[in-house]
């Protein structure tokens, strides 16, 4: 499922749950139908007795169906009455994740429904300590994390997600290969084509894998410019590797070729991390693309005239 | 989480501490400490830790806060330039 591919299909369906022996004093715990959110869920409670209930988020995990609206206020009312938890529980209480505030008005959902909302623990493996602990967080328990694992884990959905657009461009760079003081020639377009095709390989995983592995020791704050120094150093290791493109200009063009992409790889990466605002991401933006632009087709303009001065 | 702040100063979030009642939901709910609550009355701590999220307006019962929620994604944000609609992005 991380790899990003048929994600859609991964859903359970909507509704009260019971795990155990739940009965009328159970915990009410609250989820997204997504499976992944569910099953880390359910594996946490085993042996223990409780009610699983399940909103339709259409599949998608907790945090961004409640940044959607779908694991929202309504539809959390809507399926508490639908399952007429009223009458069997005898508590008036209901355990969200944490992460599901954002679409949850607590107030609002006793108001319409009279249920309480405590929210839980970020993460499933902390939730049976907080309800031992009489529904109390531990320090920790309630902020997010970003390990080198988990951001190591996302990189594959972003390698994926840039197959489409790497499949064009190689499309694209083969036939500008070709183009030379003989108009055009297929040999220069294969051989030509491939090293350009090797350079923006270089840089998607630089601003996909590399960036994202390192994120907390490269210097800086913005997603672009740790990508840019990242791609830089990663040309300099191709460019050192690849005897052929030696000299000034395809060098570089390399290191500019490698840095853009990387940058504007690492800048979609804002996206997949627990912590970036969609106000700061978008001031980046505006700094970072009109660089990301221009070392591109700078990089195209020296490597297609390179063609001409050989 | 710290030292992963992003940048500086760009937070949308603002609080009124002259409608906080105290509750302490909003500490309870943001993922990224960025709130304190002691003597009744809720403080931002570091506001550069906020990523408008919306979770602590989302629950303050006497709308002390206020942030402009959305998602931290280039490329929702490169599609709502183009579409000229709110970004949206295709997380799942
Ligand atoms: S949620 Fe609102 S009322 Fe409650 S402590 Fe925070 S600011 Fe104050
Ligand atoms: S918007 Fe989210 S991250 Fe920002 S202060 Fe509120 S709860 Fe915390």
Known sequence: ?310 | MRGFSYLEGVSTLRLDPGRCNGCGLCEQVCPHDVFSVSGGKAAVVDRDRCMECGACAMNCRPAAISVTPGVGCATAIIGGWISGAKPSCGCA
Request: glycine share 14%.
């Open chain 1, 1 to 310: 499922m991380r790899w990003g591919i048929g994600r859609g299909s991964w859903r359970v369906a909507p509704g009260l749950y019971c795990v155990g022996e739940a009965g009328p004093g159970s915990p009410v715990l609250v989820t997204a139908n997504c499976k992944m959110s569910f099953d880390a869920l359910r594996r946490e409670l085993d042996g223990v007795d409780a009610w699983i209930l399940v909103l339709d988020t259409a599949g998608v995990n907790v945090w961004c169906a409640a940044g959607k609206g779908t694991f929202g206020t309504g539809e959390l009312v809507r399926r508490v009455r639908a399952a007429r938890l009223e009458r069997l529980v005898s508590h008036r209480r209901l355990v969200l994740p944490q992460l599901g505030a954002p679409g949850v008005a607590a107030h609002r959902v006793r108001e319409e429904c009279g249920f309480t909302v405590t929210y839980g623990p970020v993460r499933a493996k902390d939730v049976l300590r907080f309800m031992e602990n009489g529904m109390k967080a531990e320090p920790g328990m309630r902020a997010v994390t970003f390990t080198a694992m988990e951001r190591l884990s996302l990189a594959p959905v972003e390698l994926v997600g840039s197959l489409k657009p790497l499949a064009w461009a190689s499309a694209a760079l083969f036939l500008l290969g070709g183009i030379g003081p003989g108009i055009f020639s297929p040999g220069n377009a294969w051989h030509r084509g491939a090293g350009a095709v090797a350079v923006c390989v270089a840089g998607i995983l630089g601003g996909a894998a590399l960036t994202p592995l390192l994120l907390p020791w490269l210097p800086g704050r913005a997603f672009s410019a740790k990508g840019a120094l990242v791609g830089a150093v990663v040309a300099g290791a191709f460019l050192a590797a690849d005897g052929t493109s030696t000299g000034a200009i395809p060098g570089v063009a390399t290191t500019l070729a490698v840095s853009g992409i990387s940058s504007f790889v690492a800048m979609n990466f804002t996206g997949a991390t627990p912590f970036t605002s969609p106000s700061g991401v978008e001031k980046e933006m505006r700094r970072a693309i009109p660089l990301q632009a221009a070392s591109a087709v700078l990089a195209a303009a020296l490597w297609i005239g390179e063609a001409f001065i050989r």
